[in-house]
């Protein structure tokens, strides 16, 4: 059933290669649209008395082996991971918490169809939603090693003469950039909450804020969520000094005494996640139910956690990037937090599922939990009271 959007107010290809289409078919395009936006576009607002719900979906690697029977299917089990979740849940608002998509495994300039089908489980729901970028969502094509083989690599077929397209670059290999994903998610979705971002900040692409109200008051915040683009693909898996500086800057402007909770997304763990994480099984004070892999982290810091840490505002940081974690663990003041894998592209077999968030407004607290897809709930914490 459709999710309206009466809890919330909002204040604040080129021509392709025909190359894969019977894949690229399959690909949800519908829109099912409830509201239009008729005044600024970073504010949210709960329900009347209700809390503030988020599920996080991370690292559904849609579009994964998309020349084989394996990768479409794939995508197909992605989607039914969060419609179950959706269904089960029905929250207020969604995060893509990175790696939306392979992009190098997606080898015409496409991507953004495969983005698109991602967020048709949220948008089809009328709940709103927010992204933010992975290492793996502007990723240049990798050539299978398959198409190598006696049979040769297929033929790329170009755009016609007569077509409106033209020259060699609409016939090659380059993929789809982080800035025309997000062009195109924010052109054709009156549902995305995403972001640019500052350009001075390229070649990091989705820095932005979002400020979520109360029905009673709109004019007070109750909490603000920070989207952080953590690189990887076309640059560095770092988040540079310079976006650690705009998010002090930003954060002292709009917050400038603390007062107001603060939380914050982004893909790959900082080398912070290291120094907390559980050695085998995980104890308390950590919370969660898998601890299969070493952190992957960014490869240096750059002074964000230096920031994070000095502000008493900041409760939680979430990421994705490592499917086989799933854990919550305090460092310092906060909490790091894993998200849960919710896609079926990517490596690893653990079961699927989603992060939930819960925020309270009074008073102030910010519950969490893991919804499987098959539906039972697990690793719930309170992250802050």
């Known amino acids: 059933m ?8 909002i204040f604040s290809l080129p021509c392709l290669s025909i190359l894969f289409q019977a894949f690229i078919s399959t690909v949800v395009s519908s829109h099912q649209t409830v509201i239009l936006r008729t005044t600024p576009e970073n504010h949210l607002r709960t329900g009347v008395g209700a809390p503030f719900k988020l599920a996080l979906f991370a ?9 084989t029977e394996w990768g479409p299917q794939q995508d197909v089990n ?72 006696a049979s040769a690599i297929p033929q790329l077929v170009c ?28 052109d ?12 001075d900040l390229w070649p990091g692409i989705s820095n932005y804020v979002l400020q979520v109200s109360s029905q009673e008051k709109p004019e007070t915040p109750i909490v603000y969520l920070y989207f952080l683009d953590s690189g990887g693909g076309t640059y560095p898996e770092v988040i540079s000094s310079a976006q650690a500086e705009w998010f002090k800057r930003k954060s002292e402007e709009i917050n400038p005494d603390s007062r107001i909770p603060e939380i914050i997304f982004w893909h790959i763990p900082s080398k912070a996640y290291k120094k907390v994480a559980p050695k085998f099984l995980i ?26 840490v000095k502000r ?4 939680a940081v979430f990421v994705g990037h490592n499917h086989g974690l799933d854990w919550c663990c305090p460092y310092r003041k906060l909490w790091l937090c894993f998200a849960r894998h919710s896609g079926y592209g990517g490596y690893g077999n653990w079961p699927r599922g989603s992060r939930i968030l819960e925020i309270s407004e009074k008073p102030f ?21």
């Not at 690292?59 to 020349?67: I, R, S, V």
């Not at 008493?312 to 409760?315: C, G, L, N, Q």
């Open 2 to 9: 459709a999710r309206s959007l009466s809890n919330f107010t």
């Open 59 to 67: 690292d559904l690697h849609l579009g994964e082996n998309a020349w």
């Open 78 to 149: 992605s989607i039914k991971v969060m419609s179950s979740v959706l269904d089960s849940e029905t929250p207020d608002f969604v995060v893509y918490l990175g790696d939306v998509i392979t992009a190098n495994n997606i080898p015409i300039a496409n991507a953004s169809l495969y983005w698109d089908q991602a967020l048709s489980p949220t948008r089809s729901r009328g709940i709103p939603w927010a992204s933010v970028f992975g290492n793996h969502d502007d990723a240049p094509f990798e050539w299978p090693m398959e198409w190598f083989s």
């Open 159 to 186: 755009p016609v003469v007569n077509s409106s397209c033209s020259g060699e670059q609409e016939c090659s290999f380059r993929g789809t950039s982080r800035l025309e994903l997000m062009k195109n998610e924010m």
């Open 188 to 199: 054709n979705n009156l549902l995305s909450f995403s972001r640019s971002g500052p350009k």
């Open 283 to 308: 104890h308390k004070p950590c919370v969660g139910s898998i601890n299969k892999e070493k952190v992957a982290a960014q490869e240096a810091e750059m002074g964000i956690m230096k920031v994070l």
């Open 312 to 315: 008493p505002s900041v409760k």
């Open 365 to 385: 607290s910010i519950k969490s939990w893991i919804r499987m897809e098959e539906g039972n709930v697990h690793s719930e914490v309170i992250l802050s009271s």
